[in-house]
């Protein structure tokens, strides 16, 4: 079974700057079946990258997704408030078939 | 565009049985889509519970298999989720999501993500 860890658990920004967001995957991974999401309390998760470096309809271009192997990051280059959030990790494999990360969240330092 | 929307008892008894409804409006159930259930216990991360397809063919994450039952009514407009014998850890927030794939160039295979979600719906275990 994948697991994905992801790290740091808490980042502390400011609005304007840059946050990185780190996956690790236990083995190596397929880079078209992983994916980003973000969660704000209460509201629907949002897919924000899919096939690790692909923008999802609608996404702002100040998010970006890089990465293979076990290793991808996620990145938002100047934070907009409304990017306070948590993000998700997601992989599509054999079994189970989906398995998520535990999440980053990104706080308003 | 379409929306989906979880209904259910937000409370159960331990060792009863979980039942929820995912209410798919402005698209199709028989699309070639798969419809998920993933949740949310409190603290921790997302956990994929199963998905189906309208033509029912499922798929359950083998950690919760002999508990889990998803099904499909199209003439309702809805995928449900039946998890038997619960406890405390099965607290959490359940969230519907629709599973969609995009061809990948140059590839026979596609890339695969959810892509609508509902706003999920929170079911506490408690006597």
Known sequence: EIVLTQ?????????????????????????????????????????????????????????SGSGSGTDFTLTINSLAPEDFAVYF????????????????????? | QVRLQESGPGLVKPSGTLSLACDVSGGSLSSDN?????????????????????????????????????SVDKSKRQFSLRLSSVTAADTAVYLCARVAGTPRPFSIHSYYYMDVWGKGTTVTVSS
């Open chain 1, 7 to 63: 790290s740091p658990g808490t980042l502390s920004l400011s609005p304007g700057e840059r946050a990185t967001l780190s996956c690790r995957a236990s083995q190596s991974l397929t880079s078209s079946y992983l994916n980003w999401y973000q969660l704000h309390p209460g509201q629907a998760p949002r897919l924000l990258i899919y096939g690790a470096s692909n923008r999802a309809s609608g996404v702002p271009d100040r998010f």
């Open chain 1, 89 to 109: 990790c997601q992989y599509y494999g054999a079994s189970p078939t989906w398995t998520f990360g535990r999440g980053t969240k990104v706080e308003i330092k």
């Open chain 2, 34 to 70: 798969k419809w998920s259930w993933v949740r949310q216990p409190p603290g921790k991360g997302l956990e994929w519970i199963g998905e189906i397809h309208h033509s029912g063919t499922t798929s359950y994450n083998p950690s919760l298999n002999s508990r889990v039952t998803i």
